[in-house]
């Protein structure tokens, strides 16, 4: 999140298919989210985030470890209230957990769009990457933030990236690769000639 700006999540936001089924992977405060409903009007939002202060030291750079100022608890309840009248309709689908943890509840093959913006580690962001992938329709759109070299994660972002694009090679195109955004298109498998 650290180095979006505007144009960059312009680019983002424009590629989201109107009115699809989508998830955004990291949520925190929730304003992307209120972004991609205004923007886009899906039908179907999840809202994946475990909201909790983690303990283990390799989150320990983190502004969401156990020490931070933020008290994910409360930025719970307010994402959950920001978005109350939205979880009532069934727009919104608040999934607290992991994406390890609650993906499941995402049916296979239903994405149009996938916002990868959770754990930054490697085996974060490649979990998060072959659930986005797994849930994705043939033409989704799959976008990853902070695609770039330092921060807490090193190059963590960039190497699950490179390799998610490497193992699908067929399937895979990137759109656009914008500062700190990378975007991504799924593509139907192709037939293998008789
Ligand atoms: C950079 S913030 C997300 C910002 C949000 N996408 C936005 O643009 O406004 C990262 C969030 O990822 C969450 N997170 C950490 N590990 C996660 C995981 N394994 N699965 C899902 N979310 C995770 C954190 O709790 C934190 O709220």
């Not at 939205?86 to 992991?98: A, H, K, S």
């Not at 974060?124 to 329709?137: C, E, I, W």
Request: aromatic share 10%; proline share 3%.
């Amino acid at each position: 999140m650290a180095r979006t700006n505007k144009r960059t999540r312009k680019s983002v936001i424009d590629s989201i298919p109107m009115n699809g089924h989508c998830a955004e992977i990291g949520v925190f405060r929730g304003h992307f989210s209120a972004l991609i409903l205004r923007e886009r009007t899906p039908q179907k939002l999840y809202l994946i985030d475990p909201w909790i202060n983690f303990e283990d030291p390799l989150y320990e750079k983190t502004w969401y470890h156990k020490d931070s100022e933020f008290d994910m608890n409360a930025i719970h309840d307010k994402v959950c209230n920001r978005f109350k009248s939205e979880t009532q309709t069934g727009q919104v689908e608040i999934l607290r957990g992991t994406a390890q943890d609650v993906g499941h509840h995402i049916p296979d093959g239903s994405l149009d769009f996938v916002y990868v913006d959770g754990d930054h580690s490697y085996g974060g962001v490649s979990f998060d990457l072959g659930l986005a992938f797994r849930k994705a329709k043939d033409t989704a759109i799959i976008a990853i933030d902070d695609y770039y070299v330092g921060g807490w994660w090193n190059d963590g972002v960039v190497r699950a990236t490179s390799e998610f694009l490497g193992r699908h090679a067929d399937r895979l195109m990137i759109l656009e690769c914008i500062e700190s955004q990378i975007i991504i298109q799924k593509r139907p498998a192709m037939a293998m000639a008789a």
